[in-house]
């Protein structure tokens, strides 16, 4: 945080960093903007309000002092704005996130054993390990928890170490049960293909949390994919079809007795510089296209191809969990799905609930506070 120089002009302030060398420009409104004068002492919220500013300000003067910038108005005002701010926050550069870990590709190399296992109890007491696990869960994408109690909702204790449970049009938490008159296809014992939950919400839920209670049928093993590196092989091999894939909103739709959930949205969501950021892939749940006719050939050409890599093995892992154990993942990354299982030769239960990415992403800046 060590400035070389300062240059001011009448529309903004030039600062030489040692650590670049090269000047960062601030523009006047900017750092009035940021001003502390700017913010409620106490709630830290801006309470400025920018019209009550010229359109431009005017900056005169400004010195270094050990800790801040001090910055001279024509209007009279001074700011002493922290080096540490104008450090963090340099136009242009996104700031630094603890939560912005980059993903780790996979696919189907990636051995059950290579998947990251936390002991329950750990996670329970101590916040270091809380962090390496959410760190590794968040790279990956997915973890599984192991040692849980045999109760319901011992899994969801561990999800609200984390942070709030997302409520769904399913409630609070769900059963992973083989039951009569089922609203959906997790609540029956046929396979479940490779798909991501509620793409049909407007926002899908975040991570997902799955406590084996008991897996005692033959079959129903559990079957996931990463859905980035599936993202990213079809950019690789096929441009025009992650083109389609990603520009063109098809329709989702959940409907039962009691709610009737609809959205558009693109199978592959992209960041701000094309990074690859959710995958909504759930073809039972996909609702009748509705993109104008000459765009629906090519479309279902891609549709097709993304089909087809994830019932490629190549990409898949495989396992069945055992009671005690739970798989968590990203619902907005991993595709997860499940083998057929004879409900007549034993019993299984799962017990399910969702933390959104916002939740998680904020317990691991919080973590991060916290000093080792």
């Given at each position: 945080?060590?400035?070389?120089?300062?240059?001011?002009?009448?529309?903004?302030?030039?600062?030489?960093?040692?650590?670049?060398?090269?000047?960062?420009?601030?523009p006047?409104?900017?750092?009035?903007?940021?001003?502390?004068?700017?913010?409620?002492p106490q709630?830290e919220?801006?309470?400025?309000?920018?019209?009550?500013?010229?359109?431009?300000?005017?900056?005169?003067?400004?010195?270094?002092?050990?800790?801040?910038?001090?910055?001279?108005?024509?209007?009279?005002?001074?700011?002493?704005i922290?080096?540490?701010?104008?450090?963090?926050?340099?136009?242009?550069?996104?700031?630094?996130?603890?939560?912005?870990?980059?993903?780790?590709?996979?696919?189907?190399?990636?051995?059950?054993?290579?998947?990251?296992?936390?002991?329950?109890?750990?996670?329970?007491?101590?916040?270091?390990?809380?962090?390496?696990?959410?760190?590794?869960?968040?790279?990956?994408?997915?973890?599984?928890?192991?040692?849980?109690?045999?109760?319901?909702?011992?899994g969801?204790?561990?999800?609200?170490?984390?942070?709030?449970?997302?409520?769904?049009?399913?409630?609070?938490?769900?059963?992973?049960?083989?039951?009569?008159?089922?609203?959906n296809?997790?609540?029956?014992?046929?396979?479940?293909?490779?798909?991501?939950?509620?793409?049909?919400?407007?926002?899908?839920?975040?991570?997902?949390?799955?406590?084996?209670?008991?897996?005692?049928?033959?079959?129903?093993?559990?079957?996931?994919?990463?859905?980035?590196?599936?993202?990213?092989?079809l950019?690789?091999?096929?441009?025009?079809?992650?083109?389609?894939?990603?520009?063109?909103?098809?329709?989702?739709?959940?409907?039962d007795?009691?709610?009737?959930?609809?959205?558009?949205?693109?199978v592959?969501?992209?960041?701000?510089?094309?990074?690859?950021?959710?995958?909504?892939?759930?073809?039972?749940?996909?609702?009748?296209?509705?993109?104008?006719?000459?765009?629906?050939?090519?479309?279902?050409?891609?549709?097709?191809?993304?089909?087809a890599?994830?019932?490629?093995?190549?990409?898949?892992?495989?396992?069945?969990l055992?009671?005690?154990?739970m798989?968590?993942?990203?619902?907005?990354?991993?595709?997860?799905?499940?083998?057929?299982?004879?409900?007549?030769?034993g019993?299984?239960?799962?017990?399910?609930?969702?933390?959104?990415?916002?939740?998680?992403?904020?317990?691991?800046?919080?973590?991060?506070?916290?000093?080792?």
């Open positions: 945080m060590n400035l070389t120089g300062l240059e001011v002009r009448a529309d903004a302030l030039l600062a030489t960093w040692a650590d670049d060398g090269a000047p960062v420009t601030y006047t409104l900017w750092l009035r903007d940021n001003c502390p004068s700017a913010f409620h709630t919220e801006r309470v400025l309000d920018l019209l009550s500013l010229a359109a431009q300000p005017v900056l005169t003067h400004a010195e270094q002092g050990r800790e801040t910038v001090v910055l001279h108005y024509a209007d009279g005002h001074v700011s002493h922290a080096l540490a701010l104008l450090a963090a926050h340099r136009p242009g550069r996104p700031v630094s996130d603890p939560a912005a870990i980059p993903p780790r590709l996979w696919r189907g190399d990636l051995a059950p054993g290579g998947i990251p296992r936390f002991a329950a109890a750990r996670l329970a007491g101590d916040d270091a390990a809380l962090e390496t696990w959410m760190r590794q869960t968040a790279a990956l994408g997915l973890s599984i928890v192991d040692g849980l109690a045999d109760r319901v909702d011992a969801v204790e561990i999800a609200c170490k984390i942070g709030f449970l997302r409520e769904t049009n399913f409630g609070m938490t769900f059963e992973v049960v083989s039951k009569p008159d089922p609203n296809l997790a609540y029956t014992a046929v396979t479940l293909p490779l798909h991501t939950d509620l793409p049909n919400q407007e926002v899908p839920p975040g991570f997902q949390f799955l406590h084996c209670l008991a897996n005692e049928a033959q079959g129903g093993g559990s079957l996931f994919a990463d859905g980035f590196a599936l993202a990213e092989d950019r690789a091999r096929d441009p025009e079809a992650f083109r389609l894939l990603s520009e063109v909103a098809i329709p989702f739709r959940f409907h007795r009691h709610a009737d959930i609809r959205t558009h949205a693109p592959i969501t992209l960041d701000r510089v094309g990074a690859v950021r959710e995958i909504r892939w759930n073809a039972h749940i996909a609702a009748t296209f509705d993109m104008p006719a000459d765009v629906m050939p090519a479309y279902y050409r891609a549709y097709r191809t993304f089909m890599m994830t019932r490629d093995p190549a990409y898949q892992i495989t396992f069945k055992a009671a005690g154990e798989i968590v993942f990203d619902n907005r990354r991993v595709l997860h799905g499940r083998e057929a299982f004879d409900p007549s030769t019993f299984r239960h799962l017990h399910g609930c969702y933390v959104d990415r916002g939740e998680f992403n904020s317990r691991l800046r919080l973590l991060a506070r916290t000093p080792g």
